[in-house]
């Protein structure tokens, strides 16, 4: 049970450093009752989750209470929800427990709730310790601001505009991006569709798991990314997206990971995800899949928004298996535009393999986008080999942006004659670190105890990888250069990175199921790549150590910024940057907690030194290199596919 301050959209431009956008998870009942009240739709209100809060008011205001069913009172009288109510100088409105259905219920008042704004919104995200004026939910005796009111344009939402709530819901959904047969077989598919998932009692605004069955998958393994077959290369997530990790079905949610490593079969609409902020633990959920251009409006808050059918109408869906398009970028490379949604589009280069040259174009994409600036796209995201585009499609229609795509693709520059600013950063490294340790024990306890993984992540590294123990594991971690490839893999400027040398490309697979709790600033490796955990939250990766902050609470950003931008007018909150090189030096685990207390203090102490990445000549180093890192990778599919016959004898995966 919280209540936190949020507005709509929420926190926007900030996807591609791993900044969720927040804001209400229902944001319909949200926005109806800011209209009602001759608010902004993007005013800021409270979100209650469960159960709600009594609320002092100093003035004569006029409030609407939307969303699941609560009993709510001011002054000790029942009032109705959905209704247009004054609380006098000196009332009390009280708002109780939820008794459903649904879980979530907002209290919008007249003029909005005055709170700072953090990079641009007043959206409280409690994981990343920002929004709301105390970036944590409400507490007792905290006193809230409100701008001054406005006139109230109606005495209640009209009838045929309030959504259907109910314990099955019905989800509109596109095919894609990662459909059938590539991921997933076709029989997977049809369940997918076909079946009446549950909702776990394990879910939050960062996504709403789902119990369901176990897909037969359409390939054996995740190769470079990982040896189960949900593993891919980094991309971005959206909003409402499907995630399988691992067989774990779960429904991103607003404070969801902006990126991740695992596939996404089918997306709920724009419109439709409104639901996912009343999904109650036992309701049961069947996915719909719908035209993307048959997709109701999200702009639209009346009977457009089709929010008030407990059903979802379908005349049948794209057929498609997710793919947009397929072109050649060039001779060598193809470009795939996969549906992420009714808005957006994941642009995938070449072959599902580890190639600097693909995230070399990429960036060309990325850097085109910003400078051309088109009308109607809102983030862009780039991956290991991939680009996500999101728009508004009243202002952007995907047909349209797939012709600017395509347009852009001609003015691209040759990547191989890319030259990036690219620096290297030295961070300490708390090797096999005690919260590692306790993050592993509390899965065992919590989630699964016989996962091949545990007790102890090293000595799977080690297994996997076909290294003769533990301390090769550790003196190739130490000997490593990671280049970061992207940011935000998992929250808050978080790097996923890989080994500039191949031969330090230590492989492993993400946990199945993810971790519930990972500590902050903890390292780990899923697939060939590495990540520092931005903040605690859920994670997959197999732990090596803990290091310092790439997230520095401190900063106070307040401007916004465009899609894709890296910077800011005021100081940045995140520390690294694309291309920039991360080096590790060891420390004990008592030196590492003093570090990480003057980090939080302000006292940063990083060493950084400028240089640059160019592609040239990195290929050069490939070549001249290429015997030894054949061997290294030929030792290493053997241990890999050792590990997988293993996995396939105990039952990890299916044939």
């Not at 498609?320 to 549906?339: C, F, H, K, P, S």
């Not at 174009?361 to 986008?369: P, S």
């Not at 005690?434 to 090293?458: F, K, L």
């Not at 520095?552 to 910024?561: I, L």
Request: glycine share 10%; with cysteine.
């Amino acid at each position: 049970m919280q209540t936190t301050v949020q507005d709509w959209p929420g926190r926007i431009g900030y996807w591609h450093i791993g900044v969720p956008p927040s804001g209400p998870m229902d944001d319909l009942s949200f926005r109806l009752g800011n209209r009602v009240l001759g608010n902004p739709e993007s005013a800021a209100g409270l979100e209650c989750t469960l159960g709600g809060p009594a609320l002092r008011f100093t003035e004569a205001t006029w409030v609407c209470v939307t969303g699941a069913v609560a009993d709510v009172r001011v002054d000790g009288q029942p009032v109705e929800q959905w209704r247009t109510v004054e609380v006098p100088a000196g009332g009390l409105l009280d708002v109780g427990a939820i008794r459903g259905p649904g879980m979530r219920t907002y209290i919008l008042i007249s003029g909005g709730i005055a709170v700072e704004h953090f990079l641009g919104s007043a959206a409280t995200f409690t994981l990343g310790r920002f929004g709301g004026g105390t970036g944590a939910a409400l507490r007792p005796h905290v006193t809230l601001p409100l701008d001054a009111p406005n006139t109230r344009l109606a005495p209640a939402v009209p009838m045929s505009d309030i959504p259907a709530f109910g314990r099955r819901w019905e989800l509109a959904v596109t095919e894609g991006p990662h459909g059938a047969p590539e991921f997933f077989t076709r029989t997977d598919f049809d369940t997918i569709l076909g079946t009446d998932y549950e909702v776990h009692f394990n879910s939050d605004r960062t996504g709403v798991r789902l119990i369901g069955p176990k897909p037969e998958w359409a390939r054996t393994d995740g190769g470079e990314a990982g040896l189960h077959p949900s593993n891919i290369h980094d991309n971005a997530y959206t909003i409402g997206a499907l995630d399988f990790t691992g067989d774990t079905p779960i429904l991103l949610g607003p404070d969801g990971p902006s990126l991740g490593g695992f596939v996404c079969p089918v997306t709920v609409v724009a419109a439709e995800r409104w639901k996912l902020g009343q999904l109650t633990p036992g309701d049961t959920v069947r996915f719909v899949a719908v035209r993307a251009e048959h997709a109701a409006p999200a702009g639209e808050l009346g009977s457009a928004r089709r929010a008030s059918f407990a059903t979802v109408l379908s005349a049948g869906r794209d057929g498609d298996d997710g793919i947009l398009r397929r072109t050649d970028a060039d001779d060598e490379t193809a470009v795939t535009y996969r549906r992420q949604g009714d808005d957006g589009v994941l642009v995938e280069y070449g072959a599902l393999t580890l190639d600097l040259g693909l995230r070399a174009r990429v960036h060309a994409l990325h850097q085109h986008l910003v400078a051309a600036r088109p009308r109607g796209v809102v983030e862009l995201t780039p991956g290991i080999r991939s680009l996500q585009i999101r728009v508004d499609p009243a202002v952007l229609p995907i047909p349209r942006l797939l012709d600017l795509l395509a347009e852009a693709e001609t003015l691209l520059p040759d990547s191989d004659h890319l030259v990036v600013p690219s620096r290297t950063v030295h961070l300490p490294l708390s090797w096999d670190d005690p919260s590692t340790r306790e993050a592993i024990t509390r899965y065992m306890h919590g989630v699964r105890a016989d996962a091949p993984w545990c007790p102890w992540n090293i000595e799977f590294i080690r297994r996997m990888n076909g290294l003769a123990s533990v301390e090769d594991v550790h003196r190739t971690v130490f000997d490593a250069e990671y280049l970061v490839l992207g940011l935000g893999d998992v929250y808050l400027g978080a790097p996923v990175a890989t080994p500039t040398d191949p031969r330090h490309r230590l492989v492993t697979t993400k946990y199945n199921p993810a971790r519930t709790w990972t500590p902050e600033n903890a390292v780990g490796i899923g697939g060939a790549y590495l990540c520092i955990y931005g903040m605690e939250g859920p994670g997959g990766y197999q732990f090596v150590g803990r290091t310092t902050q790439v997230w520095n609470h401190r900063a106070r950003p307040t401007g916004t910024a465009g899609p894709g931008v890296d910077h800011f007018d005021s100081e940045t909150p995140w520390l690294l940057r694309y291309f920039d090189r991360i080096r590790w030096y060891p420390v004990e685990a008592d030196e590492l907690l003093d570090l990480r207390a003057d980090f939080a203090t302000g006292k940063v102490d990083v060493t950084v030194t400028d240089g640059e990445f160019r592609l040239a000549d990195y290929r050069r180093f490939l070549a001249d290199n290429a015997t030894d890192i054949e061997n290294f990778r030929a030792v290493q599919a053997e241990a890999f596919a050792t590990e997988r016959q293993s996995w396939r004898t105990a039952g990890e995966l299916t044939d």
